[in-house]
């Protein structure tokens, strides 16, 4: 039987096995948050869909993710509407907004937006905040298949530092697992494919990121737990592996080179814990139109020159981080779509095991990783420097590889032949090069 006939079938009690298999490569998708913040409408996100289906699903490409505030009516750009009036069913659980999602009158939620994207072949995610609303706790409405109420089960005290929708959940009191299980139990209902949790991961909520976790395993429905903000704790790196499919290790990033020079020193921090399900996140990929109705920045072209989005697009995938574009897709230029469907770099995301930075060299830095069932290696090579091109030096020794091998240039899909001992890259400042070698 196939295996997600079997995901489909089974019960997910066995999450020690399970959990690698929901996201057994680094998930690939879109976000609304780079481009519409927390405003996004129904018919933004079918047109994001619409083209994902049409140039993208063919090269990987699946999840379809609405951001913050959904349950909002009338959010605001450039930030959060303090005690936002939050659209919720009877028992304190948010539903969308039907002036910004009319498929969802009538009760319908989020599944006619999800029916419509699962046609396509493709999933779809939603973000939710950490807790119960305030308003839900303000009314003690009744949690759904529990006796208890809101606010018994609140910690009024644990509050978001910079949205005031939610109180934290106090696990200790009964029904606040029931709670998390209700608001699964929703979300599956509606054919949610992909959770975003969002002030969970930093400041640590472990309590509440294992009621997640714990909720979705009693599902027969294969959900991605996505865990932010960040940057998250290293040392609790096992715990988040354990619960979540991937979590943020930054802050929100956006289309400033010194946000990815930073990035590289992360990634390096934590490629040791990458692995089958369980993916440290760099965070989205800010790239084409971004910032139409967005929290940071007006309507613009990313500020990412084009060596700089290659490197992003190198980096994300030799460290086989989730990759989650944030652009506006209908708004793509060619060189943003040549990003976004080129398999060679792709696969290095997709298939590539035990990444690991090789070197770092001043401003001369090199990634390689392993692919899966094949041989070759993977290696990037990268030159963070501000001022002049860099001879970057790889012998092949360095990668455990024989003294002659074949080199192949990922990004140009062009052969360079048989090479002997190793390499001399010549990289311009900024820019990166990705490569296959065997």
Not at 49 to 61: I, N, Q, T, V
Not at 191 to 197: E, N, P, R, T
Not at 199 to 210: L, N, T, V
Not at 380 to 400: T, Y
């Amino acid at each position: 039987m196939k295996l997600a006939a079997l995901l489909l079938i089974a019960p997910l009690a066995a999450s020690a096995t399970i959990w690698p298999w929901i996201a057994p490569t680094p998930p690939m998708g879109w976000n609304s948050w780079d481009s519409y913040g927390t405003t996004v409408t129904e018919a933004e996100v079918k047109a994001n869909a619409d083209y994902m289906a049409a140039r993208l699903k063919s090269h990987g490409w699946q999840y379809v993710v609405v951001d913050i505030q959904w349950s909002e009516p009338h959010p605001q750009t450039h930030g959060y509407r303090p005690n936002a009036d939050l659209v919720m069913d009877e028992y304190g659980r948010l539903t969308p907004a039907t002036n910004r999602f009319p498929s969802a009158a009538g009760g319908k939620g989020f599944r006619p937006l999800a029916d419509y994207i699962h046609a396509k072949g493709l999933k779809f995610g939603i973000h939710i905040m950490r807790g119960i609303p305030r308003r839900a706790v303000a009314a003690d409405l009744p949690v759904f298949g529990s006796t208890a109420h809101a606010a018994a089960i609140a910690d009024t005290k644990s509050l978001c530092p910079w949205n005031t929708d939610m109180y934290g959940v106090d696990m200790s009191k009964p029904g606040a697992e029931d709670y998390y299980d209700s608001i699964l139990q929703l979300y599956a209902q509606w054919g949610v494919d992909y959770i975003k949790a969002d002030d969970i991961s930093s400041p640590f909520h472990g309590d509440e990121i294992a009621a997640l976790h714990r909720a979705i395993v009693k599902l027969k429905r294969p959900i991605v737990l996505s865990l932010s903000p960040g940057p998250a704790d290293l040392a609790k790196a096992d715990f988040y592996a354990a619960n979540a499919n991937m979590w943020r290790i930054s802050g929100d990033f956006w289309d400033r080179w010194p946000d990815l020079r930073t990035s590289f020193g992360l990634l390096e921090k934590w490629s040791q814990y990458t692995r089958r399900g369980a993916w440290p996140d760099a965070d989205m990929l800010p790239l084409g139109r971004i910032g139409i109705r967005a929290e940071r920045g007006d309507d613009r072209t990313t500020r990412f020159t084009r060596d700089e989005q290659r490197t992003l697009m190198s980096l994300w995938s030799i460290a086989c981080s989730p990759l989650m574009f944030g652009g506006d897709l209908p708004s793509n230029d060619d060189f943003t779509l040549s990003l976004l469907t080129n398999d060679e770099v792709l696969n290095a995301d997709q298939n590539g095991t035990s990444s690991r930075q090789l070197f770092r060299r001043g401003d001369q830095v090199a990634w390689t990783s392993d692919c899966v069932g094949v041989g070759p290696r993977y290696l990037a090579v990268f030159n963070v420097g501000d001022q002049a091109p860099l001879e970057i030096r790889v012998n092949w020794s360095e990668l455990g590889l024989p003294a002659t091998c074949a080199l192949r240039d990922l990004w140009e899909k062009k052969d360079l032949g048989t090479v002997k001992d190793g390499y001399t890259f010549k990289i311009r400042p900024h820019g990166s090069g990705l490569y296959q070698v065997r």
